[in-house]
């Protein structure tokens, strides 16, 4: 059974620029969750998208937005990059029924670097 | 109030010895879940063990257990007879099933875990 699949694995871009990063997620799963993780802050919640639509949020800017598309894959785009933005972006899948699955599987990440 | 401790930073571990992780967690959620998850340095997180607030008995996987104490709201991670291949970064992370919902996980800062011969 393949995992999750995250493109691309690295990146580099520049201030200002914007970038899209997508997830496929095991087959099967419903729900795709997006992560932020950096040295200083940790790994952080993005949103959680699953059917499609939007199920949770984080606490983050509105230049970070995501969507997910029919066959369960999703992206996340970042708007108007800035330095800070810089971090492992990684997805996790799940089957998504009910909230307490326990079954939540992460990918590799794409790493994103901003000059 | 940090939702999730981990206290410790790094830990170091014979190898074929056991190991606990520490991790106190703080929600006022009756239903949550626990997970812990194993990061290498090529950044993938693994899914380790899954603890559910309702559970009775401590979850167990392989060499992996939870050493879930509810009314301490601790879920320590054991592994047992430790392996060269378990050097990593150790998250522990908690769903609120109620105040948060679907699949929102809030992480601890992680434990860095070396595993010496």
């Known amino acids: 059974k393949a995992g999750v699949t995250q493109t691309p694995r690295y990146l580099i871009k520049t201030r200002g620029q914007q970038v899209t990063l997508s997830c496929s997620p095991i087959s099967g799963h419903r729900s795709v969750s997006w992560y932020q993780q950096t040295p200083g802050q940790g790994l952080q919640f993005l949103f959680e998208y699953f059917s499609e639509t939007q199920r949770n949020k984080g606490n983050f800017p509105g230049r970070f937005s995501g969507r997910q598309f029919s066959n369960s894959r999703s992206e996340m785009n970042v708007s108007t990059l800035e330095l800070g933005d810089s971090a492992l972006y990684l997805c996790?899948?799940?089957?998504?029924?009910?909230?307490?699955?326990?079954?939540?599987?992460f990918g590799e990440g794409s790493r994103l670097t901003v000059l | 109030a940090q939702k999730i401790t981990q206290t410790q930073p790094g830990m170091f571990v014979q190898e074929k010895e056991a190991v606990t992780l520490d991790c106190t967690y703080d929600t006022s959620d009756p239903s949550y879940g626990l997970f812990w998850y194993k990061q290498p340095s090529s950044g993938e997180m693994i899914f380790l063990i899954y603890q559910g607030s309702y559970d009775q008995q401590n979850a167990t996987e392989g060499r992996y257990s939870l050493n879930f104490q509810k009314a301490r709201k601790s879920a320590n991670l054991v592994i047992s007879a430790s392996q060269l291949g378990d050097s990593a970064m150790y998250f522990c992370?908690?769903?609120?099933?109620?105040?948060?919902?679907?699949?929102?996980?809030?992480f601890g800062t992680g434990t860095q875990l070396k595993v010496e011969l």
């Open positions: 996790a899948s799940s089957p998504g029924e009910g909230t307490n699955t326990g079954e939540l599987f």
């Open positions: 992370a908690m769903r609120e099933d109620f105040t948060g919902g679907g699949n929102k996980l809030t």
